[in-house]
């Protein structure tokens, strides 16, 4: 069984341009997360899909940062436009109705 | 807000050492996973946990919701052990404990 696909793998970009992450998650799992990791700490959560609804996005920077998921199946984060700050690991994961969650590999952001 | 709080922060062991690792957390236990970082990033998966006491071969963890703890047991460390581990509870995780085993 494929587990939770990222990518890009790795993206550099310079500052004020625009960068989109894309997550497929594990087959069935009907709740998708994103997080955010600095260097040196935990995973901090940016939004949860329940489905297509996006249910938890109060540390999502609205300003800057955007989100969809339109099927219910895979989903896009995009950053505009990005900042030094933002440079970070992206991850992805996703669980069966808010269960155990399972972990992509991440896209590591530098902003130049 | 809630916390998750990881002790020790950093952890060193020769090989073939036992360790234990703890998780406090200030909120009630929901979804309480522990993680093991590798170093090349990946989240893999320990334990989903928000009770009781689990095994994996040389790896258990034990839960106790009434007093907001989890324990994560490590036996006869082995160098692939290496690597940040961190709880996570109601979706916060805490800042993790680094471990190297050295041969």
């Known amino acids: 069984e494929a587990g939770v696909v990222q990518s890009p793998r790795y993206k550099i970009i310079e500052k004020k341009q625009p960068v989109a992450f894309w997550c497929n998650p594990i087959?069935?799992?009907?709740?998708l997360y994103w997080y955010l990791q600095n260097l040196g700490q935990g995973p901090e959560l940016l939004i949860r899909?329940?489905?297509?609804?996006?249910?938890?996005d109060s540390q999502l920077p609205k300003d800057r940062f955007s989100a969809e998921r339109l099927k219910g199946v895979d989903s896009t984060l995009k950053i505009q436009p990005a900042e030094l700050g933002d440079s970070a690991v992206y991850l992805c994961a996703s669980s069966f109705s808010s269960g155990e969650q399972y972990f992509g590999p991440g896209t590591r952001l530098t902003v130049t | 807000g809630i916390q998750v709080e990881q002790s020790p922060p950093d952890l060193i062991l020769q090989e073939g050492a036992n360790s234990t690792l703890r998780c406090n957390f200030s909120?009630?236990?929901?979804?309480l996973q522990w993680f093991h970082q590798n170093p090349w990033g990946q989240l893999i998966n320990l334990f989903y946990?928000?009770?009781g006491t689990k095994q994996n071969g040389r790896l258990s963890a034990t839960t106790v919701a009434t007093e907001r703890y989890s324990l994560l047991y490590i036996s006869s460390s082995q160098t692939t052990d290496s690597g940040v581990y961190f709880c996570?509870?109601?979706?916060?995780f805490g800042t993790g404990t680094r471990l190297q085993v050295f041969p």
């Open positions: 087959s069935g799992h009907n709740t």
């Open positions: 996570a509870n109601k979706l916060i």
């Open positions: 909120d009630s236990v929901n979804n």
């Open positions: 946990i928000p009770s």
């Open positions: 899909y329940e489905n297509e609804e996006a249910v938890d």
